[in-house]
């Protein structure tokens, strides 16, 4: 990959909203969310809205004609310091190789912006290089589980609305890292908020998105944690009233992430909160506690029994060597195995 692919998304909005532009920008990846949100915003800051009447062009990939894209790019802009030329859906272009003709000798007054959706360009190709070059090539990948808090609290902090580190939790939990459902749950909190108010609550989440701030697999997760088998009993029981809510799947996957980084820790030679950070490269020391919690309460053979127990009950809870359990069952019977 070459290497301005490395450039990450907020140094590279960054420079935009400070004008300092390219002449050809590749966004490519899996995630189309950043693309877009460059896309947007590059939109929004290269032209005036008088100047894009005669400045900005947009083509799309899958009936563009690569010939006229470079064609085009190759225009001296009219009234304006900078022309912008969109390509959208890039990886439906033909011939998109044909584009290294351009990316060899870009026009500075040119602002090209390739979106490459679902997938990425070969970085050893010469159109890749030459971009990289001239330009920017910047990857859009999906972001993990556990990255999604602090997108979460970044995405609220740009609009000036605080939300605590609970309440991005739960919405991540219930959510995932699929962005596009997400920015939905995150604006729908945004018009929620009462007048006067710049914070996001988990009453707020509760009454606006569906997740219960009592029973949740947040509140689950630190039971199971505290070893309270009383509050891990009335979660359970409330899920497996509510099992579309709150699917099996998706508990597991939250238990299955916090004992895998447990069994880390037992190995860590430092068992403090600064060690657990930068072993599970945390951000915030707002769940540390859960670790320190977690090496207090079980074994490093429990750990590895309980994460065993969670692998052959998301088996069991798609059907491998189950005839008849529920999937509340499964959760309760797994439950109790985790915790006696």
């Not at 490395?6 to 002449?23: A, G, M, Q, T, V």
């Not at 679902?118 to 990857?139: C, L, M, P, Q, S």
């Not at 739960?170 to 710049?198: C, R, W, Y």
Request: glycine residues 4%; aromatic residues 10%.
């Amino acid at each position: 990959m070459a290497a301005s692919a490395k450039i990450s998304f907020e140094s590279l909005r960054n420079d935009i909203l400070r004008r300092h532009f390219k002449p050809v920008y590749l966004l490519m990846g899996e995630e189309a969310y950043f693309i877009d949100e460059l896309t947007a915003l590059l939109a929004d800051t290269v032209l005036t809205e008088t100047e894009k009447d005669f400045n900005l062009l947009t083509f799309y990939g899958v009936d563009a004609d690569v010939n006229i894209i470079i064609s085009s790019s190759r225009r001296f802009p009219m009234m304006a310091a900078h022309q912008l030329i969109i390509v959208k859906e890039a990886q439906e272009l033909e011939k998109f190789e044909l584009l290294d003709h351009y990316a060899r000798n870009p026009m500075p007054s040119t602002v090209l912006v390739i979106n490459y959706k679902h997938g990425t360009v070969d970085g050893r190709k010469a159109v890749v290089k030459n971009i990289d070059k001239a330009g920017v090539v910047f990857e859009s990948k999906k972001l993990y589980d556990n990255q999604i808090p602090a997108f979460i609290t970044s995405w609220f902090r740009e609009k000036e609305i605080g939300i605590d580190e609970k309440s991005a939790q739960m919405l991540t939990d219930f959510v995932g890292n699929d962005i596009s459902k997400l920015i939905p749950q995150l604006q729908k909190l945004e018009v929620s908020l009462p007048e006067g108010a710049h914070r996001v609550t988990s009453d707020l989440i509760e009454k606006n998105v569906g997740i219960s701030k009592e029973y949740n697999n947040f509140e689950l997760q630190k039971a199971i944690i505290q070893k309270d088998v009383l509050a891990a009993g009335r979660i359970v029981d409330y899920f497996s009233k509510n099992p579309k809510d709150n699917p099996m799947m998706a508990t597991v996957a939250v238990l299955f992430n916090y004992f895998s980084n447990l069994l880390e820790c037992f190995w860590l030679p430092q068992k403090n909160e600064q060690s657990i950070m930068a072993a599970l490269n945390m951000k915030s020391s707002f769940f540390v506690r859960d670790y320190m919690s977690g090496l207090r309460n079980y074994t490093a053979a429990k750990v590895m029994e309980i994460i065993s127990d969670l692998r052959t009950f998301d088996a069991r809870s798609k059907g491998v060597d189950n005839l008849s359990a529920s999937q509340g069952d499964l959760l309760k019977e797994l439950v109790y195995r985790i915790m006696h």
